[in-house]
């Protein structure tokens, strides 16, 4: 990934916070994403660590909990 970031003008990383994550899990496989559960607590370490992994230098940071609507206007907005 890092060794194609010359080729863009502008980089976005959408991240979400943890509560957003455990919803829309939740939302999808209720019986697999249960609270307390191994699976989901190593899946919310892992995006506790996202940004600071996916720190691109000049990326602009979107969040994706909100709307898509929202998601996609920022993303419009930053391309102007």
């Not at 943890?18 to 307390?36: C, I, S, Y």
């Not at 230098?57 to 969040?63: E, T, W």
Request: no cysteine; net charge negative; proline share 4%.
């Amino acid at each position: 990934m890092y060794d194609f970031m010359d080729l863009f003008d502008k980089k976005f990383v959408l991240h979400i916070d943890d509560e957003t994550m455990r919803e829309r899990l939740q939302a999808r496989e209720p019986g697999r994403w249960e609270n307390g559960s191994s699976e989901l607590k190593m899946v919310l370490g892992w995006n506790k660590n996202f940004v600071n992994y996916h720190r691109i230098p000049g990326a602009i940071l979107i969040s994706g909990a909100q709307p898509i609507e929202k998601v996609v206007a920022a993303i419009l907005e930053n391309i102007k």
